[in-house]
């Protein structure tokens, strides 16, 4: 009986810590109206359908900025505009575990310039 116990306590350890661990990757670049990648791969290592982002630093003020995750052949999975230096998750759909995911972001509006920005995310 003790072994049973000590068998699904390891287990349920294992998977928490696999359930908490996901790829973090940092971004940076700068982005005007057009989508531009900030980041390099991000694998995705944690099932569901949500990636977080951490927009922790701009060159200008007060402007939202709109994320999106893409695959490796630029095909939108999710989006999302964010407020100035703001965390948040974007629903994504059709991404899997073990595959590779990008970060891509745009000024909110045609005119406004180009920014730098910089955070980390995960997919």
């Known amino acids: ?3 049973c116990l000590i068998s699904v306590f390891c287990i349920m350890s294992v998977q928490n810590i ?5 790829e973090v990757t940092s971004f940076a ?3 005007g109206y ?4 900030v980041s390099k791969k991000n694998t ?3 099932a569901g359908n949500f990636a977080i982002i951490n ?3 701009s060159n200008k003020s007060s402007h939202k900025m709109w994320f ?3 695959n490796k052949v630029a095909a939108q999975k999710g989006k999302g505009l964010f407020n100035y ?6 629903t994504t759909s059709g991404t899997d575990v073990d595959y590779d995911y990008y970060l891509q972001a745009a000024r909110e509006h045609i005119i406004a310039p180009s920014t730098y920005v910089s955070g980390v995310w995960t997919s």
């Open 85 to 90: 230096l703001a965390q948040g998750a974007v």
């Open 55 to 57: 927009w922790d630093y």
């Open 1 to 3: 009986m003790l072994l």
């Open 44 to 46: 995705k290592n944690k």
């Open 29 to 31: 670049g700068s982005a």
């Open 18 to 22: 696999r359930a908490s661990t996901q």
């Open 68 to 70: 999106r995750v893409v």
């Open 34 to 37: 057009d989508y531009t990648l």
